[in-house]
């Protein structure tokens, strides 16, 4: 047998490859690699995201500018005092 002195050495060299082993099996055990593969590495959920905000950009690219709602009530305004003067229903060339 060993004396009681060598006690913690042998602890000292046993202890972190105890631990070591005792990570490996509960990883393994909880399919923790798996996990944080899939925690951070692109999948194919953020392929399709990646493509819906390309799509979202292209589509806020080729839509028309909105106009601004205050020309809108100007534009309509004047055509109602035309309305109002019947200048809107006069023929323009005579």
């Known amino acids: ?3 009681v002195s060598f006690a ?6 046993i202890a972190p ?3 070591e082993k005792i990570a490996n099996h509960i990883a393994k055990a909880f399919k923790l690699p798996q996990l944080v593969n899939y925690m951070e590495l692109p999948n194919d959920a953020d392929q399709r995201l990646d493509r819906l ?5 292209m589509v806020a690219e080729n839509s028309h500018p909105q106009q601004d709602f ?8 004047e055509f109602e005092k035309q309305v ?3 200048k809107a229903f006069k023929r323009k060339d005579g």
Request: a positive charge.
């Open 8 to 13: 913690p050495a042998i602890i000292k060299l």
């Open 70 to 77: 205050d020309d809108r009530i100007v534009h309509l305004e």
């Open 17 to 19: 490859k105890l631990t």
């Open 1 to 3: 047998m060993f004396p």
């Open 84 to 86: 109002r003067r019947k």
């Open 53 to 57: 905000e390309e799509q979202m950009k």
